[in-house]
């Protein structure tokens, strides 16, 4: 009965490499707690919707102040309110808002966070490190028109392997799929088949 007793609440000995796989899995995933967290600008996309699903979840309403951009009440002088002075539904969505903004703050690594331009509201610090990371339009544009013409010339290179063309059409499909860019079933099959050496 005693060895039961020990066997229910025995656990594995934590080793630093369990320990830092752990601490890894939390910053991806979050926990009840803490939002996911982006640890690298090249991580934003797989994290991004990790993010708004984890503050969906747990702070609806602060999500809220990512959709539409807060702006602090004024009074009739057009200055703007002291705290002191909010009605409930203004202390409310004040609330939320200084609680997306905590949010960002945990989620974002601190040297990415710094390089961030935005005017200290949670949507522009949102839509600050999507420019930071898609680019201006123009430039996501660009982005767009390169990796199309790059997918009209895909061919093997001499000497390349099948496994090296494939990683390399691979990347150029998830590059493509980030940007939103489509195309037919027939055309992706079509591009790689002739592109095999």
């Not at 490190?129 to 898609?134: D, Y």
Request: with cysteine.
């Amino acid at each position: 009965m005693s060895e039961e007793f020990y066997n229910a609440f025995a656990t594995s000995p934590t080793t630093p490499a369990s320990i830092a796989q752990n601490m890894n899995l939390e910053n991806e995933t979050g926990t009840l707690q803490k939002p996911p967290k982006l640890m690298s600008i090249e991580e934003y996309y797989g994290w991004k919707d990790r993010f708004e699903n984890w503050v969906q979840a747990n702070h609806l309403r602060s999500w809220g102040c990512i959709l539409k951009k807060y702006v602090r009440p004024r009074t009739e002088l057009r200055t703007e309110k002291a705290i002191s002075d909010f009605n409930d539904k203004e202390c409310e969505m004040y609330k939320a808002e200084k609680m997306m903004i905590s949010l960002l703050q945990q989620a974002i690594k601190e040297d990415i966070f710094v390089l961030l331009q935005h005017d200290k509201t949670s949507k522009s610090i949102c839509d600050a490190l999507k420019t930071k990371f898609e680019g201006s339009d123009k430039m996501i544009k660009s982005k767009k028109a390169f990796l199309k013409k790059e997918f009209d010339l895909f061919t093997s290179f001499l000497g390349e392997d099948t496994k090296k063309l494939i990683e390399r059409y691979c990347d150029l499909v998830r590059s493509m799929s980030l940007l939103s860019i489509t195309k037919e079933e027939e055309e992706w099959v079509d591009k790689l088949a002739d592109a095999l050496p």
